[in-house]
């Protein structure tokens, strides 16, 4: 089945290249990860795919639906990490991880509850108060809690315990897996250490904590 597919998709801003003419399919179950310079368009399509930018030509489908024209219905089946967590201040970690689950009209209750423990997070502290690498661990959670068709994280180790980060991530999408017929397809910015930890966990470690 194919989770994306794109076709000579293609993004400028202004005079400026972005993407072009890009023809991209991932299938369920793979794993995507894209590697490449500054300025070489990765940015711009993940924004395009998650409905964030409008492409200037092409099409980008998701689920075999278009992300310009059913970017609601696609967004409720994926889970996106960010480089930088940011959320409303003053918002206690139970209160952001609901609010997320909310969005999504779904009761994430006990995914949340077993992916936090797995994390060390505590949900009464308020984000304002967090490291970067706990505000970190709170948005691997909203990424992971719904349990998306489709992860699309981006450097998602950054500010997590070099030793343990990479482990309780993929601790994460192993549980999701769990709950579905196949792997989900994840696509996502990874240095060359990560890309090759991620896989390498998941494909050959059976108990990763």
């Known amino acids: 089945m194919e989770i994306i597919k794109t076709t000579k998709l293609t993004k400028y801003y ?4 972005g993407i072009t003419q890009l023809d991209l399919t991932v299938t369920q179950g793979e ?3 894209f ?8 940015s711009t399509t993940i924004r395009t795919l998650l409905g964030l930018i409008a492409p200037t030509s092409g099409s980008a489908m998701i689920f075999g639906k278009d992300v310009t024209k059913e970017k609601e219905t696609i967004l409720q089946n994926i889970g996106y990490l960010p480089s930088e967590a940011l959320f409303y201040q003053g918002m206690k970690v139970k209160d952001v991880l609901k609010l997320s689950a909310d969005l999504r009209k779904k009761d994430c209750t006990a995914e949340s509850k077993l992916l936090c423990e797995r994390l060390r ?8 108060d967090l490291s970067f690498g706990n505000r970190k661990k709170v948005a691997i959670v909203c990424a992971l809690q719904h349990r998306p068709k489709l992860l699309v994280l981006d450097e998602p ?19 999701l897996a769990g709950g579905v017929s196949t792997v989900p397809a994840l696509v996502g910015f990874f240095g060359f250490a990560e890309v090759l930890s991620v896989v390498y966990n998941m494909k050959q470690e059976q108990n990763v904590l």
């Open 121 to 128: 997070l505590d949900t009464d502290r308020k984000n304002d």
């Open 31 to 33: 794993f995507f990860g």
């Open 35 to 42: 590697i490449g310079p500054n300025g070489a368009g990765k």
């Open 157 to 175: 180790t950054i500010g997590l315990d070099p030793l343990m980060g990479t482990k309780r991530l993929t601790f994460g999408i192993q549980n």
């Open 14 to 17: 202004g005079k400026a290249r």
